[in-house]
């Protein structure tokens, strides 16, 4: 049954990158998010195709598509839709907005003010829409991938509190290594036109029926108290000012059983867990103000407590060495930074972690921690939990 999520996802994959070159690692992640039933907020640098990444999702997985673009003068009913007299009798009738869709891309999402944006936190949550007094479902699969731009803040409102936290994952895309751009250059060439056509390899149908078999995926008892310590390590670093919300631990759950069964496997090993802590987690915590001053990253924080936590070892040695050889969600580069080169993929078909191309050996160090000016102590190298280099100065105590 989990190979048949495998062997989708692969096929799934294998069509996204005729249209995104060089980021399969993020691919996996967005991918996974989708069997999850998760929403992806996408932070990075204009240019690296955000917005390509999910038109391409949405075409290959065979969803219903639409984006918003989102600006200051956006109001509610422009998303949810609105009543207007229609017909022939000039009756009241309901037009559905942008948001009764599978897909929907919120570009620039963090340009609208705070009432527009929260017109998205049912639909994110109860997957559905109230409007005019009425409350109508939202198709099914539902699923928003959000975009903002973090180096250009004029004109921006902070993402609340509420709609942040309903996001599965948050990830970057990064610059593509020289080979990748290289490569893509000359399919734009040889290819004569922007537009890349993919075609659907799934349905909607084949998603909700793929997601119910990922819920399938079993989670045994010392693995979920493992999912829980590390959220309730968030909450209790000194670095942070608010952890992750127990939606923090659910989210942890979801993607990893997601991982687990694109890895074709029936149940959840500590490594899925840690494969995917800083994208669940990372935008989730809150910094202490002098952390954020100092430069710290909340995604620095999770991997520190990643580190720290003890996880459970696996009854089969044969889980591990499977996780060791697969590999899976490279982490991708961080705002402003260049992204992963992709190693080939491995039998399984997953792209294995690759190293930070042009950046130093290790993570960046935690400023005013012990031994700064080195990595940070116990920094984890297996499991998707490294962190490139972070631009210096303070970022978002996000």
């Not at 020289?178 to 490569?183: L, R, S, Y």
């Not at 045994?220 to 309730?232: C, D, F, G, I, Q």
């Amino acid at each position: 049954m989990t190979n048949d999520v495998r062997e989708a996802a692969l096929d799934l994959l294998a069509e996204l990158e005729r249209a995104i070159v060089g980021k399969r690692p993020v691919l996996e992640l967005i991918v996974a998010a989708l069997l999850a039933d998760g929403h992806v907020l996408l932070e990075d640098v204009p240019g690296v195709a955000k917005t390509a990444i999910a038109r391409a999702v949405a075409e290959a997985a065979g969803l219903r598509f639409s984006r918003v673009q989102f600006t200051p003068d956006l109001i509610p009913a422009d998303i949810t839709g609105a009543t207007v007299l229609g017909g022939p009798d000039a009756e009241p009738v309901f037009q559905p907005g942008p948001i009764f869709a599978n897909l929907v891309l919120g570009d620039e999402i963090n340009r609208a003010p705070p009432k527009t944006q929260s017109a998205l936190l049912e639909a994110m949550e109860e997957r559905q829409v109230t409007a005019d007094a009425a409350t109508r479902p939202l198709p099914r699969p539902f699923i928003v991938i959000g975009t903002q731009n973090p180096i250009e803040q004029e004109g921006t409102y902070p993402l609340p509190e509420a709609q942040l936290d309903r996001f599965l994952i948050r990830t970057g895309v990064g610059y593509p290594g020289a080979d990748h751009e290289v490569e893509m250059v000359l399919r734009r060439a040889r290819r004569g036109g922007d537009r890349v056509e993919l075609k659907p390899v799934l349905s909607a149908h084949d998603v909700l029926d793929l997601q119910t078999r990922v819920e399938e995926v079993f989670i045994s008892e010392p693995v979920a108290r493992y999912v829980v310590a590390l959220v309730e390590a968030t909450r209790s670093s000194p670095r942070t000012e608010a952890g992750a919300s127990p939606r923090g631990s659910l989210a942890l759950l979801k993607a990893s059983r997601a991982r687990a069964a694109m890895l074709g496997r029936s149940h959840v090993l500590p490594d899925d867990v840690k494969a995917v802590a800083v994208p669940c987690l990372a935008h989730r915590l809150l910094l202490q103000p002098d952390q954020w001053v100092r430069g710290v990253r909340t995604e620095q924080v999770v991997a520190e407590v990643v580190s720290q936590v003890p996880a459970p070892t696996s009854a089969d040695p044969a889980d591990t060495a499977a996780v060791r050889n697969a590999g899976f969600l490279g982490q991708p580069g961080q705002p402003g930074q260049p992204g992963q080169p992709v190693r080939p993929p491995t039998q399984d078909g997953y792209a294995q972690p690759g190293g930070h191309q042009g950046a130093q050996a290790g993570p960046p160090p935690i400023p005013g921690a012990a031994g700064a000016g080195a990595a940070a102590p116990g920094w984890p190298t297996q499991g998707g939990t490294a962190v490139p280099p972070i631009p210096p100065g303070p970022g978002p105590r996000r």
